[in-house]
């Protein structure tokens, strides 16, 4: 566990190099939106960043939440938005629409369906953004968007399943998700930061839609993923410190 002053200074530290990314791109800083990834971290860290101001929290794990989100939701007198950032299992996918309202991990249209079945049953509409794998890393979750823009059996592939999606009558559909390969210069994810927003164009104008979101930039990266149009960067380590387990 942190240090409450020192969660609050992390906060601000963060929040000013959001402003300056913005302003080096000629964005406002109102346009970016801080989900602080407080997964693995404890409730008293939570509680921490909302008195300093954060109603945004990142969690990617259904077990944690359940027992996580009620405990900060009794000690607060304003309740956060919970955005699930993690892979999620079809069996827990009841719970995630009890809990959140935000799903930036919406990885398949198998997800999808399920989700949206039981948002219904709930009378909810979940907002998602759709996890997209644009790096064509191996193993990496996500709809498949490597050479999107090359190979047009990708590209059929994609807005099939995204038109079957949108199609879904409890999903409301704000954006697009994705994480960077890990590498040690941040510049090196700038191409997949680019490339989530040239897809996100795309999308918006052939599907005449508006997906006005782009989560995508976390503690390593997060500049270099505003300056290239992120509205929402999941920042965990630069708030809370390494997560040891
Ligand atoms: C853990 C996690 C983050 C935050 O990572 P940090 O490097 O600690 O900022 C962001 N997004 C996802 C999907 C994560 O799982």
Known sequence: ???????????????ETIATACARAGRSEDDVRLVAVSKKKPVSDVLAAVAAGVYDFGENRVEEALTKI????????????????????????????????????LDSLKLAKRLSGLAEQENKTLNVLLEVNISGEAGKYGFEAFDWDKSSQVHDALWQDIRQVMALPALNIIGLMTMAPF????????PVFAGLAGLRDALAESLAVSL?????????????????GATMVRVGTAIFGARTV
């Open 183 to 190: 590498v040690d210069d941040a510049e090196e994810a700038r």
């Open 70 to 105: 009620p405990q900060v939701e009794q000690q607060v007198e304003r309740m956060p938005t919970w955005h699930m950032i993690g892979h999620i299992q079809s069996r827990k996918a009841r719970d995630v629409v009890s809990l959140f309202t935000h799903v930036h991990s």
């Open 1 to 15: 566990m942190v240090q409450n002053s020192t969660i609050a200074e992390n906060i601000d530290h963060v929040r």
């Open 212 to 228: 006005p979101h782009l989560s995508m930039g976390m503690t390593n990266d997060y500049p270099v993923a505003i300056e290239e």
